[in-house]
């Protein structure tokens, strides 16, 4: 049975540890991240783009296939099934669909716009017991010359949709998409605890969790992070195991074609990033 996201969240940041949304992108995916915070004992978020979703047909197939999933491996642990960056009319389709949690990113509208459409999404899902993460747009980032630092969010315009009614929070503290460059200036710690002194109680996410080093994992925790995004790591492990299990031959050996013994490998190295990622947020054993 899917949740949303707010008891897991509003626990992880009393009990000062981050819950991982963990991007799925197939079938492997899921039942790895499944399996593995059933194992665990950890509470999950499961995050599918619009993109992943329409590679998946569509949202009612995704909602389907983790709702069975969830029966037949017998999952107890608290799951949530959340759109990730998701548009206006992405957010309405996945909360028709039966997704628990939902992103809309806001953050390229007028920041009026934006309230407007948080404001009716936030009544929408409210009334469906469904979770909602905004997202605040930049300030810096490359307007200021740097290319090595990501976005900044301005903490009065967090305190503004915060006080919206959001479930959680993802503001810019410098973090970035996908893999870090050699120049990047790291967390900017001083916004983080400026927007947690005017948010208050609120969940706050960090999204881009690739790569960004363990202590100041921890420390963004601490200044009340309760949900980190992880995906293009777990995308790196399992392409490295099947380049791997193809290049020593094993798919040329007996029946190494299937598809299911072609990817069994990525498959195990993932559930290996899914536990060094839980253990480091700091939600094993606490489902």
């Known amino acids: 049975m899917l949740v949303s996201a707010k008891e897991m969240l509003t626990k992880a940041k009393e009990g000062k540890y981050a819950v991982a949304q963990i991007n799925i992108n197939n079938l492997e995916w899921t039942k790895t991240v499944l399996q593995t915070a059933q194992e665990l004992n950890s509470p999950v978020i499961l995050g599918v783009s619009e993109g992943a979703a329409k590679y998946m047909c569509g949202f009612n197939t995704v909602v389907a296939m983790v709702n069975a ?62 979770s909602i993460e905004a997202e605040v747009g930049a300030i810096g980032g490359e307007e200021d010359g740097v290319v090595g630092s990501g976005e900044v969010a301005d903490p009065d315009e967090c305190k503004m949709i915060a006080d919206l009614g959001v479930t959680m929070l993802a503001a810019g503290i410098g973090n970035i998409h996908g893999k870090y460059p050699e120049n990047w200036a790291g967390l900017n710690f001083d916004v983080l605890a400026k927007i947690q002194e005017k948010t208050g109680t609120m969940p706050l996410v960090l999204h881009g969790g690739t790569g960004i080093p363990a202590d100041m994992i921890q420390k963004a925790i601490s200044l009340g992070v309760s949900k980190i995004n992880v995906n293009t790591e777990l995308q790196l492990s399992f392409a490295a195991a099947t380049r791997k299990y193809i290049e020593e031959g094993k798919d040329l050996a007996g029946k190494g074609f299937d598809p299911r013994k072609l990817l069994a490998p990525g498959c195990a190295a993932m559930r290996e990033t899914v536990i060094e990622k839980m253990t480091l947020f700091g939600s094993v054993g606490k489902a």
Request: aromatic share 8%.
């Open 69 to 130: 999933m969830m029966d037949t491996l017998k999952i107890t642990v608290p799951v949530a099934l959340h759109l990730d960056h998701g548009t206006y009319e992405g957010a309405y389709a996945a909360l028709e669909a039966g997704f628990s949690s939902i992103m809309f990113d806001g953050s390229h509208y007028p920041i009026d716009e934006n309230i407007a459409k948080t404001k009716q999404l936030i009544a929408d899902a409210g009334a469906k017991g469904v």
